[in-house]
């Protein structure tokens, strides 16, 4: 018995032709689901088939339909081609099509015709008349069942009509008219052929293009133009002329995975940026999905991104030869084709007849000058600065200009580059690394070189930075060997650097346990070197010599730090430094205190016990200033207010004593 049983559920799930399909719940999701949101798009499916009625070769702009509204009534003629028997059973077939392997078509699936029959619509009735095999047949659906297959009556008429084809759809909703034709309205748009509406033609965005003289491109199986006024580089893409979506420009050459919303999007593919413009294509065989509200990411699609790159060409081409404040959308654009700009400077090609627009754009981008040199008048390009720079030295540069003095100078270099930011697009996070390294291979930042042990030990290994410029060895230069103006400007200074307030700000912000402070004049060993200031120990070591911690809130919460011992510190003035020497032979009565005022930014500079150039740097630098100048004020008040209590420096200066 209970074999028995087995033997009858064997039998009842197992069936000689394969998997059953239920076709009553499948009509019912197909017409309720397709387009479930908005149903008057069912309408756009009839309209596809009136334009693939035409044979592959006719032209766009000779195809022509007519759509007429009426009470609870609309429908559709065309003049071409009619259906012949397979496709009259096609029709009646659902996910049947005969042209799922003619990529000239824009139906593939088979099942588009049947959207017209979406329960939202109300469809009641489905008249199709049309020509085969010199006959006139007539279709009628006739739903019986919002959600149930209409019933089929067939028929051959005996008069001819003037047209192809003609469906006529009837509803029980009067709304429903109006939403087919509301996006019927839409659809037309994008399609350069020839319908009217209740009689009136329907202007495509083609014609408007053309008639506003918009730049039109065409390539294999894509077409387009651009347009102006589109801020975040909208595309409408277009399948077979029929609009499956509108996205910003880096969602399409991303494909929408990853995208970073900034020039990198546009780097992935090599995609120039071109603001403020819009770009309507159409790409025949882009491969869409069933709904085609989506795109497959295959070869298709990669072409399309290489056209669209190419017609942007021409007006980045334009823009860029236009005289204005072009520098932002060149960066923009050297970042994005750094690697194109690379091979055109190494091969470096001259200007011909053949050259294509993409090698005119490349030459334009290499030769425009936009870049500063430190110290240099002139403007420079990337042409002229990879002919400057000597083969076997890095390429520095200084995005943020906060380190052109690295190492006083004393690193075997050409030029230093001065880029500009580019802001255009978002820019791009480490814009100039990236883009200095593909253009010239070997470069160095200068802004971060100094947080870069890996790379300062490479710059040493190469003989470009002396490992002695890193730790310079200074001597004191004793009081015999000065000047009697340098010995007076040493009295000066010390005179206000021991005043309270001075001393004070120094301490407190380069967490230095002053006891007392000093000037003195030093000299460095390596004349290359141009070292301005320093702080030393009394036996003329330099502070910093171990590395060490001295900010507070760097420190883990609750954690204090040690009780540092008083130290008598030594600030340190290189004897033959430029300004140091200008200052000391000025017969200004005030040049102590210009003294002071260089000495409170190089502080900051040559202070070793602050972590280097760490987020805490510009802090604390900026406070040190502030503090130094309100205590120099302080002082040369005292000397305005109590002139009592000045001493007479033995060259004729007074300074205050407090």
Known sequence: MK????????????????????????????????????????????????????????????????????????????????????????????????????????????????????????????????????????????????????????????????????????????AAPGKCIDYAQKCLRYYPCRITVNGQPHMSVWEDAREMGLPMFEEGSCSGFLSGGAYFGNVDLLCKYEHIMDLPLSFLITGGYNVKHDLRDFAAKQVPYVPNTGITINCNNLSVTISRDSFSLDYAYSNMIGVISRALLKPLAAMIDSGGDTRNLILANQFILRDKISAWLKSRPEPSAEETLEQQVIRMLAKAKIYRLNGRKNDYCLADIYDLRSKDVPLFYAPERTNLNWLGGSFKHDFIVLPSPCTMSNGAPAFHETLFEAVFDDTVNLDTVKTSYHTIEKLVGRGIVDRESLDPSCQFVGERRLKREEQEMLSCIEVILNHQSVKEAIKKHLRIPVQSMTPVFFEVEGKSLTVATGLFNQDGSAFGSKPMANLEYILSEGQEPPPPAQQDVYIGLRVDHPFIQFLVDSHDPHKPFYMLTFLAHELALCQKLLVPYSQAYHFVKDRLAADMRRALMSVMLADIEQPQQHERIPDGTIFGTA
């Open 3 to 174: 074999d028995t049983v087995a033997v009858k559920i064997l039998e009842e799930i197992t069936l000689p032709r394969g998997m059953e399909i239920d076709l009553d719940e499948g009509w019912r999701k197909l017409i309720s689901r397709q387009f479930g949101g908005s149903p008057g798009r069912g309408f756009n499916e009839l309209i596809q088939n009136l334009l693939d009625s035409y044979a592959s070769e006719t032209p766009w702009a000779e195809r022509r339909g007519e759509i007429t509204t009426g009470d609870k009534k609309i429908s559709i003629k065309d003049w071409g081609e009619g259906m012949d028997r397979s496709r009259l059973k096609y029709l009646t077939t659902l996910g049947g099509t005969d042209k799922n392997n003619d990529t000239s078509k824009i139906g593939q699936f088979g099942i588009g015709f049947f959207s017209i029959f979406n329960p939202r619509l109300g469809t009641q009735k489905v008249v199709v008349t049309t020509r085969c095999e010199e006959h006139t047949v007539r279709l009628v659906f006739t739903v019986v069942h919002p959600e149930k297959r209409p019933e089929i009556e067939t028929s051959i008429l005996s008069s001819t009509p003037d047209y192809s084809t003609r469906i006529e759809v009837f509803f029980d909703n009067a």
